[in-house]
């Protein structure tokens, strides 16, 4: 579903991202792990299409996506979440969901009216459903950022999933959160999983990588350095010198999940 | 008694005129606030534009007789028009960041447009066609003019539409969700070049009944107002806080409020130069405006 092949991005004489070579499958759950700096957020950027790659190429469902621009990138079924949480802040918590609607079936279904005017009573259904499903329900006319930092992770999440994606990328989105929250978005990538989504989970919580996903890629300096299973990358040498090598903070993320 | 009584009338008179026409000045810091909150750049053709959209309009009062209210609409769509055409010209494919080029070519653009009325105009000052000139109301001793009422009508009316469409449509959320996070707007689908080409038609529609109103008010188009009025229009845009739209509307009417009291005790030749003074005063005590916010337009 995803490829990418050589995918490479230098920053000046950086080399952020160094010739990647990633295959995600339809219906999965991939994770991409490495520490800080090692190029996993250049990548997802890469793949919606923030960035322009130095090298390579991504392809998704058999589509070059090579200078198409990320709302087109969205169209065609991309859509992210991010590190730091980017929501529309003086939107409503509904009204997010509803800029973010841009899938070529919500496109086909709208009229040029309910499109750009107001909504439709089947998209006001549809997102009441979406606000369910992340908890928001009661606070659908809050603005976005008098929300509490959890709540603002679970709009961001409803709002990518809002766009109808088949591939997620989600960036970090365990961040800042209490064990309790993180079990709960275990639950919610399964579930976005089981309706058909693809999901890209790059992350440094390895409690939630490795509970979650089915293949998981590591880089470190732009490069990938181990590929395989959830225990397989484990139990793998280059990875564990790769985290204990680094800053303490990293090697103490990556313990907590050995 | 009698004296003081008189001059408290005369002066609420004036301020209250100043007031109602400060509308048409809010109109204006609205157009540039609007497209500075989406771009963070200035548009500096939109008050030409505005008036270029009101000649639009009094060519179709000329030559077809057209009823005033075609006259607002063909010098709002025309003006929407011309903000087309200029985002295209000046914005669209000047890079996001180099905000000097964006600026220098709407300047070169506000001079074309410009030129384009002087020639066509001869430059010579033309009639426009004044609404209810001759209606007066009287409130007790006060007067109200008919022309500036429907000033005032016509100002409230078009800044509720355009709250309504930014506030409520998806049209408009989709242009604030712009100016907040273009980012993510771009990664929630949102096309970043139309939205903002949206917004320069939007400012456009806004501009361009502006233009028509301050012609219909002052009774004149004369392409010496186009200076005059850019320069209002960044003073209230200043004045009410970069970005901001109900800045723009309170400045707007503040600036039409205190340049007819300044015109009343100083006459109109030193009466621009108090109002730049105000602006003065903002920038060095208040240099985020009445509304603060430099960043977001809500």
């Known amino acids: 579903m995803l490829e990418l092949r050589g995918l490479s991005k230098h920053f000046g004489g950086v080399k952020a991202l160094d010739g990647l070579d990633l295959s995600v499958r339809e219906g999965e759950i991939f994770g991409l792990i490495g520490p800080n700096g090692s190029g996993k957020s250049t990548a997802i950027n890469l793949i919606c299409g923030v960035y322009a790659e130095s090298a390579g190429t991504v392809r998704f469902s058999g589509q070059v996506m090579n200078g198409k621009a990320p709302h087109e990138r969205l169209r065609a079924g991309i859509a992210r979440t991010f590190q730091n949480i980017r929501l529309f802040p003086n939107l409503t918590v509904w009204q997010n969901l509803w800029v973010a609607q841009n899938s070529p079936r919500d496109v086909a279904a709208q009229g040029f009216l309910s499109r750009w005017f107001g909504a439709t009573r089947r998209t006001r259904r549809e997102l009441a459903e979406l606000l369910e499903l992340a908890d928001l329900g009661h ?90 299973t959830p225990g397989e990358v484990q139990r793998n040498e280059a990875v564990q010198e790769a985290y204990l090598g680094t800053s303490a903070s990293d090697s103490g993320a990556a313990g907590e999940g050995a | 008694m009698g004296d003081f009584w008189f001059e408290f009338v ?85 890079p996001v960041n180099n905000h000097l080029a ?17 020639h066509t105009t001869d430059g010579s000052p033309l009639t426009f066609p004044a609404m209810f000139e001759y209606v007066m109301l009287e409130v007790g001793p006060w007067g109200l003019r008919g022309d500036l009422l ?90 009410g806080g970069l970005g901001s739209i109900p800045g723009a509307i309170v400045a707007g009417l503040l600036v039409g409020g205190l340049e007819n009291v300044f015109l009343y005790f100083r006459g109109v030749n030193e009466r621009d130069m108090y109002v730049l003074l105000l602006l003065f005063v903002f920038l060095v005590f208040r240099p985020h405006g009445i509304f603060g916010s430099a960043i977001d337009r809500d």
């Open chain 1, 139 to 228: 606070k659908g006319d809050e603005l976005a950022s008098n929300l509490a930092f959890g709540e603002q992770r679970r709009l961001e999440f409803a709002r990518a999933a809002a766009a109808r994606p088949r591939l997620l990328l989600l960036d970090e989105p365990a961040a800042g959160m209490s064990r309790q929250e993180i079990e709960d978005l275990g639950g919610r990538i399964r579930g976005l999983r089981d309706s058909g989504v693809t999901i890209l989970l790059v992350e440094h919580v390895m409690e939630l990588v490795m509970g979650v996903t089915e293949q998981i890629a590591v880089l470190n300096f732009g490069k990938k350095i181990a590929f395989g």
């Open chain 2, 10 to 94: 005369e002066i609420t008179q004036t301020i209250g005129d100043g007031l109602f026409f400060g509308a048409t000045y809010s109109l204006i810091g609205i157009g540039f606030t609007l497209i500075f909150g989406a771009m963070h750049k200035l548009n500096m053709t939109y008050a030409a534009a505005s008036l270029a959209g009101a000649y639009v309009g009094l060519a179709a009062f000329t030559f077809v007789n057209a009823p005033a209210l075609v006259v607002f609409l063909i010098s709002a769509l025309a003006s929407g028009l011309i903000g087309l055409v200029v985002y295209v010209a000046c914005f669209r494919f000047i």
């Open chain 2, 102 to 118: 964006a600026l220098m070519a709407s300047i070169g653009a506000l001079f074309f447009i410009d030129e384009i009325v002087v």
């Open chain 2, 150 to 239: 429907f000033v005032l009508a016509v100002s409230v009316a078009s800044t509720v539409g355009l709250l309504y469409v930014l506030y409520r449509s998806r049209l408009g959320l989709a242009t604030r969700a712009v100016s907040q996070q273009d980012v993510a707007a771009r990664l929630c689908g949102i096309d970043v070049h139309r939205t903002n080409a949206t917004t320069f038609v939007l400012a456009g529609l806004l501009g361009g009944v502006a233009g028509a109103m301050t012609a219909a008010a002052v009774g004149v188009l004369s392409p010496l107002v186009t200076v005059p009025l850019t320069v209002k229009g960044l003073i209230v845009t200043v004045i």
